[in-house]
T-cell receptor, first 116, second 115 residues
Framework: AQTVTQSQPEMSVQEAETVTLSCTYD???????LFWYKQPPSRQMILVIR??????QNATENRFSVNFQKAAKSFSLKISDSQLGDAAMYFC?????????????FGKGTLLTVNP | EPEVTQTPSHQVTQMGQEVILRCVPI?????FYWYRQILGQKVEFLVS????????KSEIFDDQFSVERPDGSNFTLKIRSTKLEDSAMYFC?????????????FGPGTRLTVL
């Protein structure tokens, strides 16, 4: 079974600085998808960024980028120029490619605090 | 922008009672999901639903749980006889497709408290 591990229960960053959230996963699959979701205090999860495992290029979305290391099974999220609105719980998630298994497998989350 | 909506936002019930949690997925989506998050724990998959039938369910989704799409817009999760350990946040999600990088869009959740 696939597992996702987020080893940092909490992180903090100063406004305008950069922070990196860690995620590792375990799978025997060669093709899959990885996601970072943000869950602000309102509790609706929002997709931040996604990565296809077959792509070597790291995904970027404005101030958010990932460092995808397939061999190491590592998928970290970098937030540049942190803003107060970035404060949230961040979840790393895994999904298989293909078949009929479409569920997301989540890590436990990292609570990010942004200090003014 | 279309959103997944869920009602109620908070449900309090007595142990042994039946509850129905309601979701309205995004209108052109075809795949529907329920997840739950016990306080302080990770978000866990419960069930996925497509073409009016369950496509996958987890070990958590036992005979006490059922899902239904009673009409063209609603997607419901029923818990027949609630237990204390069913207290959690329940999230509905939907996606247009299941394959590819298609995104699952989540609703704001229903907090279920079982007393």
């Amino acid at each position: 079974a696939q597992t996702v591990t987020q080893s940092q229960p909490e992180m903090s960053v100063q406004e305008a600085e950069t922070v990196t959230l860690s995620c590792t996963y375990d799978t025997s699959e060669s093709d899959y998808y990885l996601f970072w979701y943000k869950q602000p205090p309102s509790r609706q999860m929002i997709l931040v960024i996604r990565q296809e495992a077959y792509k070597q290029q790291n995904a970027t979305e404005n101030r958010f980028s990932v460092n995808f290391q397939k061999a190491a099974k590592s998928f970290s999220l970098k937030i540049s120029d942190s803003q107060l609105g970035d404060a949230a719980m961040y979840f790393c998630a895994y999904r298989r490619l293909g078949g009929s298994n479409y569920k997301l497998t989540f890590g436990k989350g990292t609570l990010l605090t942004v200090n003014p | 922008e279309p959103e997944v909506t869920q009602t109620p936002s908070h449900q309090v019930t007595q142990m042994g009672q039946e509850v129905i949690l309601r979701c309205v997925p995004i209108s052109n989506h075809l795949y529907f999901y329920w997840y739950r998050q016990i306080l302080g724990q990770k978000v866990e998959f419960l069930v996925s639903f497509y073409n009016n039938e369950i496509s996958e369910k987890s070990e958590i989704f036992d005979d006490q749980f059922s899902v239904e799409r009673p009409d063209g817009s609603n997607f419901t999760l029923k818990i027949r006889s609630t237990k204390l350990e069913d207290s959690a946040m329940y999230f509905c999600a939907s996606s247009a497709l299941a394959g590819g990088t298609d995104t699952q869009y989540f609703g704001p959740g229903t907090r279920l408290t079982v007393l």
